[in-house]
């Protein structure tokens, strides 16, 4: 049971993520392209987690995490260069 809901759960993520990479792709400004591969990036921490959960592992966990970070750094620094056109001051 859990295992096909985990799989079902993976196929709605996965969705989500060919929508954001059409969103990507034919964002009509570069502000719906930068929120389309911040929620890109979500999309794919929750496919890691449930990736975990899946293989019942706790290395996917770290590897979330890691790409959170990551994520949430990049998205900053392109905010700061598309308002200011620098990043570092």
């Not at 034919?26 to 930068?34: A, L, N």
């Not at 590897?63 to 998205?75: C, E, K, P, R, Y």
């Amino acid at each position: 049971m859990l295992n096909t809901l985990l799989l079902w759960v993976a196929g709605v993520v996965g969705l989500a993520l060919v929508l954001n990479a059409w969103r990507l792709v034919r964002g009509p400004s570069v502000t719906d392209r930068v929120l389309a591969l911040d929620t890109m990036y979500i999309n794919v921490i929750a496919m890691i987690i449930l990736l975990g959960i899946y293989f019942d592992t706790s290395l996917y966990f770290e590897a979330a995490l890691l790409i959170a970070m990551l994520g949430f750094v990049s998205t900053a620094a392109v905010s700061k260069y598309l308002l200011r056109g620098d990043i570092i001051e």
